[in-house]
Each structure stands twice: as C-alpha cells, then as structure tokens.
C-alpha cells in the first residue's frame, strides 16, 4: 500500500487527469511534452533509452507510467513495444484520453499484474519515490525482467537532510539505501551516480506544459484539491532549490544472461 494514497492521487492522480483535459481543450498537437512531468526533457528520454538498449520491438514496462508521455515517446521514437502500469486510475484514465492507442493497466509495482519475465527493459522514472516498500517493487520489476533485463531508474533521492514539510506523496531516500534495496532484490547495480544535467527543455515543449497549467489554474484554481496539489508541487520545488533532494540514476540487470 502507499504511504498517503490523498496526497498521491491528487498530485498524481487527479491532477494529471486535469492535465489530459487540458490538453484536450487546448488542442495541442503533441500530447507527449505535457505527458512527461518530471522528466519533460527529450535529451532525457534518449538517454534512458539508450542505457535500457532500447531498440524496435524490445517489450519494455514503464513502472509508474503516470500520463504516458515517456512510454508514447518510446514508442514513437525508438519503435519500442511499450505496457505501462500505474496504481492511480486518474492518471491511467489521462493516459488513455491523450494516448487512445497505448497500453496503460492500473497496478501496483509492488503487485505487478505481469507473468515472469513479460519484458526485455524497463524503466521506472519518479516512481520508486512514492513507493514506500522500495524492495517489494525491485523484487517485482526483477521478477517481470527476462535474464540479462535492463531496469533504469530515474528518481529523486536524498543528498541532505530532508526537512518536516516535505511533500508527504514521496519518500526520498539516501542514494546508498535506494541501490541497497534494489541490490538486496536480486539485481545488478551497474551504475549509480547523479543523473546528468539536461539544462531547459526545448521551446515547444515548455510553452505547452505552461499552457496546461495555466488552463487548469483557470479551471480549478479555486479547487481545494487543486491547492493541495500545488502545495505538494511547491514543497517539492523548495527541496530540489535548497539541495536536499537531486534526481539520481541507476542503471541494473536481471543476472542470469
């Protein structure tokens, strides 16, 4: 179970299904810049594309796929065949209105709704976070990886000490901890370090995450909800400004290739 599940299917939940109707009202052309919170950077992508080996055909999970925005990217540029699963049904519901033709299921990475070994890759990008039970989630992404699997996880952990007011949908752990669990899991730690600087997305895709938020403000602004969502958001802003959290990578294996 999750830590919170209000404070997680609001930030997570509710309002990125408002972002999907958003989207939607707007008319954007591409979906995928708006789909991708948290790591709204092409060169991003790539790079995580590149340390899972991404290729044509290559069945890949996306655990915690949120709007779907990396997946259809993956799908869309690297020709991948791409399942996502996520635990809040408003995101999956958002998914599946900007991205009618992709495969999202709601589930549990600590519960995967997957047989052994279904997928080649994986890649988990801010969702481990939000996961208390880190173990039971590595288990389960090694459990679903075939031998020789690549998983990358993108996520933000703990460089300081994380103060009281720290958004409550997360648990930020120490970089040693996160590769520990996952480790003691069964895989393969190959690299863990800083993830790299991608400096400021391009044009196109700021404009169009900075015109959903401003409809959705204009929609929901007034929306007790909304406000929680935005005091989580905030918080979250507050610990990547003052250095106490920083987004990290790790790229793992499935041993038995």
Same mark, same amino acid.
């Given at each position: 179970?999750?830590?919170? %599940? ?9 309002? @990125?299904? &408002?972002?999907?109707? +958003? ?25 995580? @594309? ?6 044509? $055909? !290559? ?28 635990? !809040?049904?408003?995101? #999956? ?37 939000? #996961?208390?039970?880190?173990?039971? +989630?590595? &288990? ?18 703990? %460089? ?10 997360? %648990?930020?752990?120490?970089?040693? #901890? *996160?590769?520990?669990? *996952? ?15 991608? $400096? ?8 169009? @995450? ?10 929901? $602004? ?5 406000? *929680? ?11 990547? @400004? ?9 790229? *793992? ?5």
């Amino acid at each position: 179970m999750q830590r919170d %599940v209000m404070p997680l299917d609001l930030e997570f939940g509710w309002h @990125a299904e &408002r972002v999907a109707e +958003a989207g939607v009202a707007l008319g954007l052309c591409d979906s995928v810049p708006i789909a991708c919170r948290g790591s709204g950077h092409p060169w991003l992508l790539g790079h995580l @594309a590149a340390q899972i080996g991404a290729r044509p $055909g !290559m069945r890949v999970l996306d655990g915690g796929s949120g709007l779907g925005g990396p997946m259809a990217w993956l799908a869309r540029e690297r020709g991948c065949d791409v399942i996502g699963v996520d635990l !809040m049904k408003g995101a #999956v519901r958002g998914a599946l209105r900007l991205f009618p033709q992709s495969m999202v299921l709601v589930g549990s990475l600590t519960e995967l709704p997957f047989s052994t070994a279904a997928f080649e890759a994986a890649w988990t990008i801010g969702s481990l976070s939000t #996961v208390p039970d880190t173990y039971a +989630a590595a &288990r389960e992404l090694r459990r679903v990886l075939v031998p020789g699997g690549r998983l990358a996880v993108y996520d933000y952990v703990a %460089v300081a000490a994380v103060p009281f007011d720290a958004p409550v949908a997360n %648990v930020f752990l120490r970089p040693q #901890v *996160l590769a520990g669990r *996952l480790r003691a899991a069964g895989l393969t730690v190959l690299t863990s370090g800083r993830a790299p600087r991608v $400096g400021p997305a391009p044009a196109e895709w700021r404009a169009s @995450a900075l015109a959903v938020e401003r409809e959705i403000a204009l929609r929901h $602004g007034h929306d007790p909800r909304y406000q *929680l969502a935005e005091h989580e958001r905030a918080a979250f802003g507050r610990l990547c @400004a003052g250095g106490q959290i920083a987004p990290w990578l790790l790229v *793992l294996e499935r041993p038995g290739a």
